[in-house]
């Protein structure tokens, strides 16, 4: 069982959905302002076992972009959970929101990385439904558009 989706996977889907064509999918105009749940996925090239990295908390306009680029050094970056939002304002209020929310699970690691937290996949479905229902009461001027939550695909 694979958690999350990953890069090609995305892009199919954002194709499939939307109706783009791949070199369009981070064009102007093609935005999805996202915060987004995430973890890296490695493979030990010496015993050949997956390990995964802290969840990762973040924002952008551009899933496959962000995903990209940490692949790079041959990571699986793959989203697990997705709340889209209409503007890259609400990305930032909702960012605060989530930082101030969960402080207490927020990581210190060695390279000063920013946007980890201690959540287990298994908590993450309750971690966004909590953050949703903040966003929906104190943040009406930052609408919802699509939630997506992608733990447990094949």
Same mark, same amino acid.
């Given at each position: 069982?694979?958690?999350?989706?990953? !890069?090609? @996977?995305?892009?199919?889907?954002?194709?499939?959905?939307?109706?783009?064509?791949?070199?369009?999918? /981070?064009?102007?105009?093609?935005?999805?302002?996202?915060?987004?749940?995430? $973890?890296?996925?490695?493979?030990?090239?010496?015993?050949?076992?997956?390990?995964?990295?802290?969840? %990762?908390?973040?924002?952008? %306009? +551009?899933?496959?972009?962000?995903?990209?680029?940490?692949?790079?050094?041959? &990571?699986? +970056? $793959? &989203?697990?959970?997705?709340?889209?939002? @209409?503007?890259?304002?609400?990305? !930032?209020?909702?960012?605060?929101? &989530?930082?101030?929310?969960?402080?207490?699970?927020?990581?210190?690691?060695?390279?000063?990385?920013? @946007?980890? !937290?201690?959540?287990?996949?298994? /908590?993450?479905?309750?971690? #966004?439904?909590?953050?949703? !229902?903040? #966003? %929906?009461?104190?943040?009406?001027?930052?609408?919802?558009? /699509?939630?997506?939550? +992608?733990?447990?695909?094949?």
């Amino acid at each position: 069982m694979t958690f999350g989706i990953g !890069y090609q @996977e995305y892009r199919k889907k954002r194709v499939m959905n939307e109706n783009l064509r791949y070199g369009d999918i /981070e064009k102007t105009g093609n935005e999805r302002y996202i915060i987004y749940f995430g $973890r890296a996925h490695v493979i030990d090239h010496l015993s050949n076992t997956e390990h995964t990295g802290p969840l %990762k908390i973040g924002r952008g %306009k +551009f899933a496959t972009a962000l995903m990209r680029g940490r692949n790079q050094p041959g &990571i699986d +970056f $793959r &989203i697990y959970a997705e709340i889209v939002l @209409e503007s890259n304002e609400a990305t !930032y209020a909702v960012e605060n929101l &989530i930082k101030s929310k969960l402080g207490d699970r927020n990581m210190t690691l060695s390279q000063n990385q920013q @946007e980890c !937290y201690n959540i287990t996949n298994q /908590e993450l479905p309750q971690i #966004v439904e909590s953050i949703l !229902y903040d #966003v %929906k009461g104190t943040m009406k001027q930052y609408p919802i558009l /699509e939630v997506n939550i +992608f733990l447990n695909t094949t």
